[in-house]
């Protein structure tokens, strides 16, 4: 056996048996849009005060429509953690305009056609809206996700949070993309 064949052997042997292991699979696509609007939620949940006494009692509930991998990352990364003393329940709302209580509704792409009627019967309830699509804060969203040179970020009416009866505080109102006075 030659020097040469001696080290091509030696050298090759451990790639060969480590093409031969089988591979781990791998972890499921991280949806990191999902996991990045979770993170804003609970954080502009942190800086929102809700003046209904009523809703700073019980259960802080977010309602997820039309969104499943929020939803997930929500229970995952936020379902046991406060906000304020209130402990965070995420619920999955089923498609329709008939919205049970909550403090915050995220309402996905898909179930846009429903928030003509979710904002008629939201109207003066102490609910934070949350969509994503261009001119939801026109239409009566408090708080709505857009990209900017591909980064998520968030707009927000002022006028709408407070006719929901919510008071923003100054540094989500300093940290929003856009704000609508």
């Known amino acids: 056996m030659t020097a040469t064949?001696?080290?091509?052997?030696?050298?090759?042997?451990?790639?060969?048996?480590?093409?031969?292991?089988p591979q781990q699979p791998r972890e499921a696509e991280k949806d990191t849009t999902a996991i990045l609007q979770a993170n804003y939620l609970y954080n502009i949940a942190k800086l929102v005060e809700w003046k209904d006494a009523d809703m700073r009692s019980g259960n802080f509930v977010i309602g997820v429509m039309g969104s499943a991998n929020l939803y997930q990352e929500l229970i995952?990364?936020?379902?046991?953690?406060?906000?304020?003393?209130?402990?965070?329940?995420?619920?999955?709302?089923?498609?329709s305009a008939e919205v049970e209580r909550c403090h915050m509704l995220f309402v996905g792409r898909s179930d846009l056609s429903l928030l003509p009627e979710i904002y008629k019967r939201m109207s003066g309830k102490p609910t934070l809206v949350v969509t994503e699509y261009t001119g939801a804060l026109e239409d009566g969203a408090v708080v709505n996700f857009v990209k900017v040179d591909n980064l998520l970020k968030y707009e927000m009416s002022l006028v709408n949070a407070q006719k929901h009866g919510l008071v923003v505080g100054l540094t989500l109102k300093n940290l929003a993309h856009r704000v609508e006075e």
Do not use: D
């Open 76 to 95: 995952k990364q936020y379902s046991t953690r406060t906000i304020g003393k209130q402990p965070i329940e995420v619920r999955k709302l089923p498609r």
């Open 5 to 21: 064949r001696s080290f091509r052997i030696l050298f090759l042997t451990p790639f060969f048996l480590f093409a031969a292991v």
